[in-house]
């Protein structure tokens, strides 16, 4: 009980850089600890530039000049404590009467008791492959994923990343959205592509104790096959059938032959569905001011991460699409405007197989906004989409194309008709229970999904996806 509390205490004793702003004021005492970023030595003073992951901003340390200060360099990981100051240029800087440079072990006194915490190494060590000046290509920097959140860039964008994830929550959770942990092993492919990785035990052994008559070797331990979730929208819809308005944030896996910088083999989906929805352009309404909302939630909680994100990629921080309204278009309407300018796009048109993201671009700036397109030919879409009773060669589904990433969300009417479903050539022989879902108190719902890394980098400008999530996974990479 006694080491819990002195932990307890050693951390709330070290102010996070982040906080020192809106926490401290000059003549205050505190304690801060990060890595060396850079080091100015003039003749009674080394000013450090210190980092501790909490913000891209760097916070200035002047300690006096020694034989052991000295000794301190780039990337040392360093504990400093001492009085905040108002430096020259406005900002608070810290002058510090102890620093130590953090080694293996370090001692703290805490008031009658020692404690001995243990730190990673403090010292940079011969071979670290960042160098603390230097900037290095995103492709360097991915080669090295277990170090790259010591990149500015890097921490950065993790951490707008929490923001936008915190943003979602709070911004569904006071509409009374029912946040659901839609399962990652699954036996049906939602797409219906085929682009989907099979999961079974590694073990030979365990397949064979495990084996069942008229079931497949491999197929022992689940007595079918069973996938990675490329979608965890139809345990949602059988959720919300019961709960109402329901959403998932989750892992989502696509086996395709992708090197795309738009596309990941794992990522992360932000997928809702709503009850009682039966108008198409209701549930466009409903994107744009969510969409809307946490944007502006996101830039109130980390507008400076953000702009350094965005400088960074050299991307503007223009957003000009959060005042302006945005467009609706049927697929026939985009068709025709793609088709009359066909001359200025460098991919093929074919109006049987959607838009290229060329072609999504192009109906963006021509609109001069966030276009949703509306209504697509039925051998487009999935099956579990509403077929239009005026028209069944067209379905009730939307995309939403944005600047810069081209496709953002997917969406739809659901198909409320049981015997429609049933009926429907695609639908998959192992889904009785979604048609019964329909039988059984059925109602009209309809809903969205959201690729969460693609949303980050229309946010941040970041032109590949691979820089956007913490353990990026695409083709021939999957590292850690």
Request: proline letters at 6%; one cysteine or more.
């Amino acid at each position: 009980m006694g080491a819990m509390f002195l932990i307890k205490r050693y951390y709330s004793s070290v102010q996070r850089i982040a906080q020192i702003a809106n926490a401290s004021k000059p003549g205050d005492t505190l304690q801060v600890q990060g890595w060396i970023k850079n080091v100015r030595r003039l003749k009674n003073n080394i000013f450090l530039d210190i980092n501790d992951g909490s913000t891209s901003d760097k916070f200035q340390l002047v300690v006096p000049r020694n034989l052991d200060t000295q000794q301190l360099t780039l990337g040392s990981v360093v504990s400093a404590v001492g009085r905040v100051q108002l430096a020259p240029n406005g900002h608070y800087e810290l002058h510090a009467d102890e620093v130590k440079a953090l080694g293996k072990y370090v001692d703290y006194i805490m008031h009658t008791a020692d404690i001995c915490i243990p730190t990673a190494e403090g010292h940079v060590q011969s071979g670290y492959p960042f160098s603390p000046k230097q900037k290095h290509p995103p492709e360097y920097v991915r080669e090295h994923l277990h170090l790259r959140s010591r990149v500015d860039y890097i921490a950065a964008q993790m951490r707008v990343r929490h923001k936008a994830q915190k943003a979602i929550h709070d911004y569904m959770d006071e509409l009374n959205f029912v946040q659901i942990n839609t399962p990652i092993l699954t036996t049906n492919d939602c797409e219906g592509a085929g682009e989907v990785f099979r999961v079974q035990p590694d073990s030979d052994r365990l397949l064979k104790q495990m084996a069942r008559p008229n079931v497949p070797p491999e197929q022992s331990y689940f007595d079918q096959k069973v996938f990675l979730s490329v979608s965890g929208q139809l345990h949602l819809e059988a959720m919300s059938y019961g709960l109402g308005n329901t959403y998932t944030f989750a892992p989502a896996f696509r086996a395709e032959n992708s090197k795309s910088p738009l596309h990941l083999a794992e990522f992360y989906m932000f997928e809702a569905e709503l009850v009682h929805m039966e108008q198409l352009d209701t549930l466009a309404a409903f994107i744009e001011r969510m969409l809307k909302d946490i944007t502006n939630r996101l830039l109130d909680s980390s507008a400076s991460d953000l702009h350094f994100c965005q400088h960074n990629a050299n991307a503007s921080s223009d957003m000009a699409w959060l005042q302006a309204p945005w467009k609706i278009l049927s697929y026939d309407e985009a068709m025709v405007l793609v088709v009359a300018n066909s001359d200025k796009l460098k991919s093929a048109v074919s109006p049987d197989e959607g838009f290229s993201k060329e072609q999504e671009l192009f109906l963006v700036a021509h609109c001069g906004a966030p276009v949703f397109v509306l209504n697509w030919p039925t051998q487009q879409k999935p099956f579990y989409m509403k077929i239009s009773r005026s028209d069944p060669q067209r379905v009730h589904a939307l995309d939403l194309l944005m600047p810069s990433v081209g496709e953002l969300c997917g969406g739809s009417l659901r198909e409320c008709d049981a015997e429609l479903l049933a009926a429907h050539p695609q639908l998959p022989k192992d889904l009785a229970w979604y048609v019964d879902l329909r039988k059984y108190g059925g109602l009209p719902t309809g809903g969205f999904g959201m690729g969460f890394e693609r949303y980050l980098q229309l946010l941040t400008g970041v032109k590949n996806i691979r820089d956007v999530i913490p353990y990026p996974r695409y083709p021939h990479s999957c590292k850690m």
